[in-house]
């Protein structure tokens, strides 16, 4: 790292001084206005040392294609970080998805090769693991309760199995939805213990809110707080608000908790790795 860039002070939105060596990295998206990850990946490459800035590009569906060929062609760019509604749709136009791009059924970054090969995967889950394991928690061995399979649960519960817990139960309002993740599951973890159930926490030691119940004030609780044991540890993957009222009635019953805006973070660093980017801090 140069000494200009040990010069300038880690302001946040601020990218790298840029040069005609930066590395370029772009999320697309429709909308794209609300991204908060330009953010969040400029300060993950400054702590890297890296020469890096990721921008947002609006693309919309009718365009997804010749986007992703056009940036192919640009030799200095390194990753793509996809948001909604594309995650789905990408994976017919790039090269090569990987394990958990393909069990989830939905790609969230791409790197682009030397050779303008595309490869993705999916960090959603591993997001919120890394999270977890920052903070100490383990999921080896524990019951799990997850609410919620779609896009955001069916990637936690792929990347919860794939820590070992004792048992996983799902629940979704969607019974094909449900039915299909619970299949996806036992294939790919055919020793686990997969069940489907009540949204009951009782007697689960890890609970997980996939669902955006809870974005709203006049939301019902996703589970019941009152049957958590307060040796728990309680989950939720929405980031507005940024404490959410089923973590804040699990706090103050003693759990454990964790906010969506770990998983996002660890989310971060996941795919700064998957893009080569730097150094890990």
């Not at 939720?236 to 103050?252: H, Q």
Request: with cysteine; net charge negative; proline share 7%.
């Amino acid at each position: 790292m140069s000494d200009m860039t040990q010069a300038i002070p880690d302001i946040p939105g601020l990218p790298l001084p840029l040069s005609g060596e930066t590395r370029l990295h772009v999320i697309i998206g429709d909308p794209i206005a609300q991204a908060g990850s330009p953010r969040l990946f400029n300060q993950a490459f400054r702590r890297r040392g890296a020469g890096a800035v990721l921008v947002p590009l609006h693309v919309r569906s009718e365009h997804l294609s010749q986007a992703l060929a056009a940036l192919r062609h640009f030799g200095n760019v390194d990753g793509i970080v996809v948001t909604v509604p594309h995650k789905i749709a990408v994976m017919e136009l790039i090269d090569e998805v990987r394990d958990s791009g393909r069990r989830i059924g939905a790609v969230n970054a791409i790197r682009r090769l030397p050779d303008g090969r595309l490869v993705g995967d999916n960090f959603d889950g591993k997001g919120c693991i890394r999270g977890l394991s920052a903070a100490g928690h383990g999921i080896q061995g524990k019951s799990v309760l997850i609410v919620g399979g779609g896009g955001a649960g069916r990637a936690v519960a792929h990347a919860m199995a794939d820590e070992g817990p004792s048992r996983l139960r799902l629940f979704d309002i969607d019974s094909t939805r449900q039915a299909e993740l619970v299949a996806s599951l036992a294939q790919a973890h055919p020793g686990l213990v997969v069940e489907v159930g009540a949204a009951d926490p009782q007697g689960f030691d890890v609970v997980v809110n996939c669902t955006p119940l809870g974005m709203q004030a006049s939301d019902p609780y996703p589970v019941d707080p009152e049957r958590i044991s307060p040796s728990a540890l309680v989950v939720d993957v929405i980031l507005k608000p940024a404490i959410s009222p089923l973590l804040e009635a699990a706090a103050k019953r003693g759990c454990a908790t964790q906010p969506g805006i770990r998983m996002l973070e660890g989310q971060v660093e996941a795919i700064c790795d998957f893009f080569g980017v730097g150094m890990p801090a």
